[in-house]
């Protein structure tokens, strides 16, 4: 029985908060720190207030290469998700009322499809390429006429492949449709720049970036100007597109979470990119082991692998000394294998027995080496309590 | 984890079952399920004077599965194969604590071990 901590390797689940950023936010929160409401202009502890909300705000801009202006903080990417989608659509539906997405997408995405759906929208569903990859040539034949919006992930959360965001952009900016980017799992981690890849609408999230939960922002490209309908009304707060009082502690927590990705971000994607390379090579020593995605288009950290021979349950179960994410729904009632996986040619077997690994900030080598001794341990003993895939046992027992 | 939750009973077989493998020789055997499908179980039955002498498992499957399986094959050795009525999943279910949309899963191991039971009766 594991009595130890486990190994944290499901960054891409969420983070830590840095320490550093912890420090910033603790400066407004008690009454000797920064603690007014930014909107209350009428005395300078709220202009103090104001102060550091706009500081983040340009934190947060400058790793997406946008102006701050652009920036509408929420509650998280699944809000900026709901807004991006519901906010185009209730505004612009003149305009068009089809959406073109991908299945691979987050719940956030999609279930604000599946929403627009009862209103009367219209909804593609791509299907990825068996790399993983959404390409501008699958987004340009499922567009219409009358397509308003394409919603496409940058960096897929349970893979980390890295779809052709740039080339989608250019297609978009040709046929005059709005361009939405869930960039949830690749801000902090791959270079971002809303210009260059043509982005109308992007979705962050603090809590991926060692920043706090409870907070993200949408970026909203210049030209659309106020023009996203709302989801929340009330004090007219963020240019009337998110109205309620900001939680400055969570709005600076994110603004120093992204300044320090920004200066960090390429020495710590070549350091977790040498991780990675050390997890595959001693996991795929065991044998029947598939790496999941296109090994040259992977957001650096994540890592996801299928293991023949083993049951998905069982396997995170046997891997509880290791904090990991399941590559399917294995452990509820539907057993529904991945999308994702499927669309990559998995069978249910190896959709099924599916793990991601996700290293971060504070990922160590003697975690790896230890995630590996695990992971060989427990694979081993599994397949040789499973019933051979050719009628033999591996493991004989004569009594 | 709520789904990691497993009773102490499911825990113990899981990591250490005492009587997985099989059985060499003179052996009956059945099985049932199908790995693609999440769970296939194996039973290899020795029997003496119409009774299990020994019995040994095989699974693939959740850790419910696998525990199941194990507990089977334990508390089948010295039984008689006319008396079957121990072998009610909902006995079982009790018994590992499983929780409901798991009862599937028995069904597969009782399937497995009433297939070799089977031809034992067939033979």
């Not at chain 1, 807004?83 to 997408?105: D, F, Q």
């Not at chain 1, 695990?374 to 050719?390: D, H, K, M, Q, W």
Request: one cysteine or more; glycine letters at 10%.
């Amino acid at each position: 029985m594991p009595t130890m901590k486990p190994i944290y390797m499901d960054y891409a689940a969420t983070t830590p908060v840095d320490d550093r950023v912890a420090r910033v936010m603790c400066e407004c929160m008690t009454r000797d720190g920064v603690f007014a409401n930014p909107a209350s202009s009428s005395h300078q502890p709220g202009r103090d207030a104001r102060g550091r909300v706009e500081t983040a705000r340009r934190q947060v801009a400058g790793l997406l290469n946008a102006s701050p202006t652009e920036i509408v903080w929420t509650s998280g990417a699944t809000e900026s998700d709901n807004l991006a989608l519901k906010g185009v659509a209730h505004r612009h539906a003149a305009r068009g009322r089809h959406i073109v997405t991908s299945r691979t997408e987050h719940k956030a995405v999609l279930d604000s499809c599946r929403q627009l759906e009862n209103e009367g929208f219209e909804v593609s569903y791509l299907v990825p390429g068996t790399d993983g990859v959404i390409t501008a040539e699958r987004v340009a034949e499922a567009m219409r006429e009358d397509t308003l919006l394409v919603s496409i992930m940058h960096v897929n959360n349970e893979i980390g492949i890295a779809s052709d965001i740039a080339d989608i952009g250019r297609l978009c900016h040709e046929r005059k449709v709005l361009f939405h980017v869930d960039a949830a799992q690749s801000a902090g981690k791959l270079p971002l720049d809303v210009d260059a890849m043509g982005v109308d609408l992007m979705s962050v999230s603090a809590h991926k970036v060692y920043g706090p939960k409870g907070i993200g922002a949408l970026y909203i490209r210049d030209q659309l100007g106020n023009r996203l309908e709302p989801l929340i009304h009330g004090g007219g707060h963020e240019w009337g597109m998110r109205s309620g009082t900001l939680a400055t502690h969570q709005v600076v927590g994110m603004g120093e979470a992204f300044a320090i990705a920004g200066q960090e971000m390429e020495e710590e994607a070549r350091r977790l990119a040498g991780l990675r390379r050390r997890l595959w090579d001693g996991i795929r020593g065991l044998g029947g082991v598939w790496l999941n995605g296109c090994p040259e288009r992977r957001a650096a950290g994540i890592l996801n692998v299928s293991f023949e021979g083993v049951e998905g349950e069982s396997l995170l179960f046997a891997l509880r000394e290791l904090a990991v994410s399941s590559g399917s729904a294995c452990t509820s009632a539907s057993r529904e294998s991945s999308y994702v996986l499927r669309a990559l040619g998995r069978d249910d077997q190896l959709a099924q027995s599916s793990i991601r690994f996700s290293l971060g900030r504070y990922s160590t080598g003697e975690d790896v080496d230890r995630c590996v001794e695990i992971v060989t341990r427990e694979v081993n003993r599994l397949r040789s309590l499973a019933p051979p895939a050719g009628g033999e046992s591996a493991r004989d027992q004569a009594i | 984890m709520e789904n990691l939750n497993y009773s102490t009973l499911v825990r113990d077989r899981f990591e250490r079952p005492p009587n997985a493998g099989r059985l060499l020789g003179d052996v009956i055997r059945g099985a049932a399920g199908e790995k693609s499908h999440g769970t296939r179980v194996e039973f290899d039955l020795r029997l003496r004077d119409g009774r299990v002498e020994r019995a040994r498992f095989r699974a693939y499957g959740c850790p419910h599965a696998i525990a199941a399986a194990s507990w089977v094959a334990e508390q089948a050795e010295g039984r008689s194969l006319e008396s079957d009525e121990w072998l009610d999943p909902l006995r079982l279910a009790e018994v590992l604590e499983l929780p409901e949309y798991k009862l599937g899963v028995l069904l597969v191991v009782e399937d497995a071990f009433r297939d070799a039971t089977s031809q034992a009766c067939g033979s």
